[in-house]
């Protein structure tokens, strides 16, 4: 015991001693003083609405789209160094005249909303993470053939949605196409891309898949440990390829006039990641293409956690009335939200397809979200005016219709997105441990 006393309060002060001698030291003096905050939180300038929609007319948008998707990684539970991860992609199709019914409806929890009330579809994809390998292939081919064969038709179908967005398949046969280039996986020399999903390399002959194009695969990851990022990168594609699977329907189908009546709800930003540029650029011709003919879909990403949706819980001024929407420009966003630094000249974004703002929906209602805005290229304008976005007001006027008083900030069309999608309750996740149990035993593959 006596050890125990002496190790206790003796140790305790040394480490205070040692601590206050390390503040004495001018640098990290100088970064604590910098982190104190003395007064309460300074309202940055222009913190305030820019727009004030009357969200009392009633809205033309008669079906609501929501894409969202869960992800989970399952070790094989008898052998943790294979790992199996599950991606479950989804679009569900509600009509807005039920969610506004469930919206009134005080005793109804959002969840148990069944598929009575629209059509939900799901499209799961499994990828190999560790361990799991095709034959002598390496854990990188594995996953190349793996993603390649997911897309294809009769598996997820998204190989058209791809091809559609990359080679742009709205514009008549024979109209010129944008150039796509890529890196071969081997001699790493540059080619132009095919319009196939199955190409190969005209220096080396090396066989690609279209899905190669995706990028998902770096060359820093390692042949044998590719790494998650690979798993939620190819998620971030897949809710994408969901996204614009039934506008691409339409679009064939010469109907796209339809879109003027559907609301498409994404769960998260309007952005891919690293590579996925490459879907992006696409995805910002199309939406250019379809307002240019009169038929603008009617799009929006619900961000629920970030940068935006801190700033918003903070500065609630910034839309003090249902229907008020913030648009910060481009400097606003990067020095006062983001706290970086900006620098106009050297912006490059080609990753978003959406601008952040701010939107009131209700008394309790702030949600940050993400629309595309008349101009698309590095994201959206750089100072946006609510001209910049003719399709705003009528989004607002839904959304101000779905939120759920059940939960914080909540929309009824994601409440029951989030449900269809999760794999992490406990039915699902049990259930997949023991599917990946069978897909794992008997060693090999
Ligand atoms: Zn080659």
Redesign the pocket.
């Known amino acids: 015991m006596p050890y125990q006393k002496r190790g206790g309060a003796g140790f305790e002060a040394a480490s205070k001693i040692a601590h206050m001698e390390m503040i004495q030291h001018p640098v990290l003096q100088s970064v604590v003083q910098s982190l104190r905050v003395d007064d309460a939180p300074r309202t940055p300038a222009g913190t305030e609405p820019t727009l004030r929609v009357d969200i009392a007319q009633a809205p033309v948008i008669e079906d609501i789209v929501t894409v969202d998707a869960g992800l989970q990684v399952v070790p094989n539970p008898v052998r943790r160094e294979k790992a199996m991860s599950f991606i479950n992609p989804g679009a569900s199709l509600l009509r807005l005249a039920d969610l506004e019914r469930l919206a009134a409806d005080p005793i109804m929890d959002p969840r148990d909303m069944s598929d009575i009330l629209g059509r939900h579809t799901l499209r799961p994809a499994y990828l190999p993470l560790r361990g799991v390998r095709m034959g002598s292939r390496s854990m990188k081919d594995t996953l190349r053939e793996v993603i390649n064969a997911t897309l294809c038709r009769g598996i997820t179908d998204l190989y058209d949605v791809l091809e559609f967005l990359l080679f742009e398949g709205w514009l008549p046969q024979g109209a010129p196409r944008a150039k796509r280039s890529m890196k ?6 540059e ?1 132009d891309l095919p319009p196939k999903q199955i190409f ?7 066989a690609h898949y279209l899905s190669d194009y995706l990028g998902l695969l770096s060359d820093s990851d390692s042949e044998e440990s590719p790494g998650e990022e690979v798993a939620h990168g190819f998620m971030g594609v897949l809710e994408v390829l969901c996204l614009f699977r039934l506008p691409m329907l339409l679009t064939k189908a010469n109907r796209d006039a339809r879109l003027a009546n559907i609301l498409f709800i994404k769960d998260g930003s309007l952005m891919l990641r690293a590579a996925g540029f490459r879907v992006v650029d696409g995805i910002r011709r199309y939406l250019d293409w379809l307002r240019a003919k009169g038929s603008p879909m009617h799009l929006v990403g619900v961000e629920k956690t970030g940068q935006m949706t801190e700033f918003l819980e903070d500065f609630s001024q910034a839309v003090p009335q249902p229907g008020d929407v913030f648009m910060p420009p481009r400097r606003f966003i990067k020095e006062e939200i983001q706290g970086r630094s900006y620098d106009p000249e050297g912006y490059r974004d080609r990753v978003s397809y959406g601008t952040r703002i701010g939107v009131r929906l209700s008394e309790t209602h702030v949600v940050a979200l993400q629309t595309p805005a008349t101009t698309l290229a590095n994201g959206g304008p750089e100072v946006p005016v609510p001209t910049d976005f003719p399709e705003l007001e009528e989004i607002v006027r839904t959304l101000s219709r779905l939120t759920s008083a059940r939960y914080p900030n909540a929309l009824l069309p994601l409440v029951h997105a989030n449900r269809q999608v999760s794999l992490a309750n406990g039915r699902s996740s049990r259930i997949l441990e023991e599917y990946v149990m069978s897909l794992m035993r008997g060693g090999g593959a």
């Not at 071969?184 to 020399?189: A, E």
């Not at 190969?200 to 090396?206: D, I, M, S, T, Y």
């Open positions: 071969c996986l081997d001699c790493r020399q080619f190969g390399c005209p220096h080396c002959a090396h």
